[in-house]
Each structure stands twice: as C-alpha cells, then as structure tokens.
C-alpha cells in the first residue's frame, strides 16, 4: 500500500509539472513564439531541477555557440545531439570572454581580440591582429574595460551601440577623415539608459523588429507594433513600434527561461522556441 501510495504520489507530482509547463509553452505560443520540434539538453546549462539555478548561465547564443556568464565557450547543436547525448559540449579554450561584439568577435580576459566560432573567413578562436583591416576599429569599440557587448547598427555610418558595465547602452559614433586615418571617437550618447528601464544585461539591436531587445536583471522589453489592427488592415497607414515591457518573457524570465536571444529561446525544461 505504501509503495502504490508513493508511485502514485510520484505520478501526481509529474503531472502537476507537466500541465505548469504545458502552460508556459502555450503562454509563450500565445506571445508569438514558435514551438520547435527539437529537445535541448546540456546538464551544464541546465539546472538538475527547476527551482535551482544552473551551473553556467547563458549570457549569448547564435545557432553555433554560446558564451556563459563566467566567459567560457560551448557549442550548440539545436536538432541532433553530440556524442556526449547532450546538445552542448565545452569549448577547449583556456581564455574567458569577456565581452563581444556581434556574432565575429571575443575580447579575452587577456584583453586580446578572437574570431568568435563560425566565423567563415578565419579559423575560430585564432587571434585578430593588426593585420587585419578592422583591427583599430575592434580596439576602439572593445578597448575599453567598461565595455561589454558592441552591435554594428550601420557601419557605413559609423553607428555601434554599446552595452557598458554601468547597465546602459550607448550610441558610439565613429568617424575617420580617409580610409588611411585613425578611427575616433566623436560622440556617446545613451540609447536605452539604466535610468529608464533599469541595469541593463543584455540587449538586441534589429531595427523595428520584434528582435530588438533588452533584458534588465528583472524584466524583458521587446520592440513591438503599437497599431497592429491598423497598420495590417491598411494599406496606407504605417506600422508603428515601441520597445515595451513583454509581460510573458518577464513572468517567466527567473524560473523558466534559461536563455533568451535575437531568434532563440530556451527553457529549464528543455524546450527550444524561435522567433516569429
């Protein structure tokens, strides 16, 4: 009696955790997320249960890797696992990260650039040298210790915004009077201030687009369309965007979302959504 009384308690449990999760999924359908088919598993990048944090936390992914909090770097697979039956396996690279710049490069603790893994053109995780055409630039923009991530918004333009320590991100305008000259410096301006939204982790810059983000320690914000009923029913009336609190995102930001990036999103119980 007693053993069928704690398998069926064990059966209960599971399906009080399922049917939560059930809810997240949907929650998070219903917030424009697609659901994909795949599993993820990573027993670094995952808590071993729900209620307890994991040993790394995910601070940057794209479709071929990840930098973690404490700056190591592991690789993704999204659909099939490695031979280690998990979707993740540690990078042998002995230098921490500690910051980056879109998907191509990682400034090391050595205060050295690197081409960031998938980089096409250079072999990953050899170092960038003065060699290289951007080198002054990767300098200027990663240079400074402050410095935490850089997104190219228009480089024709000169235009980077800039993830500081101080929790706010910066317009960087960079300038050189001929391609032989110098790359300066001439203006830093705050785009999303820690005054506003709160210290800033994280963020995404894609234009009006609903992967334009930033995540504060508490809360995601998204861009998103303020007149959606309007601006899809007319042809003549111009969508517009705003970057506002997501609601659902920061309801499960803490306890059921491990990773939330520009097209993926994953969850402590090992579902993966992308992007609508």
């Not at 993820?40 to 936390?57: D, G, H, I, R, W």
């Not at 280690?84 to 690279?93: G, H, S, T």
């Not at 005054?195 to 914000?221: H, L, P, R, W």
């Amino acid at each position: 009696m007693k053993k069928t009384k704690k398998i069926l308690g064990i059966f209960l449990l599971t399906l009080v955790l399922t049917g939560c999760n059930g809810n997240v999924t949907r929650e998070l359908r219903h917030a424009g997320f697609s659901l994909s088919t795949e599993e993820f598993s990573c027993s670094t990048l995952m808590p071993e249960k729900e209620s307890e944090e994991p040993k790394e936390k995910l601070i940057y992914s794209n479709s071929s890797f990840a930098i973690t909090e404490s700056g190591k770097l592991y690789e993704l697979s999204l659909s099939q696992p490695y031979s280690n039956d998990e979707n993740c396996k540690e990078v042998p690279f002995s230098i921490d990260i500690i910051a980056y710049m879109d998907d191509k490069i990682l400034k090391g603790e050595d205060n050295k650039f690197y081409y960031a893994p998938g980089t096409t053109t250079t072999a990953p995780l050899t170092e960038v040298t003065a060699n290289d055409s951007n080198y002054q630039l990767y300098k200027l923009l990663l240079g400074n210790a402050t410095v935490e991530k850089v997104i190219t918004v228009d480089s024709n333009a000169g235009i980077y915004y800039v993830l500081e320590n101080d929790g706010t991100v910066y317009q960087y305008n960079i300038t050189r009077k001929d391609y032989n000259a110098p790359y300066t410096l001439t203006s830093k301006v705050p785009v999303y201030a820690k005054q506003d939204y709160g210290e800033i982790i994280d963020f995404n810059y894609a234009g009006e687009s609903t992967t334009t983000y930033i995540k504060t320690k508490d809360e995601i914000y998204r861009m998103q369309m303020t007149n959606e009923k309007e601006c899809t029913k007319y042809a003549d009336v111009e969508c517009k965007y705003k970057l506002k609190k997501d609601e659902t995102l920061t309801k499960y930001y803490k306890d059921k979302i491990i990773y939330y990036g520009p097209n993926l999103l994953i969850t402590t119980y090992g579902k993966e959504f992308t992007m609508n």
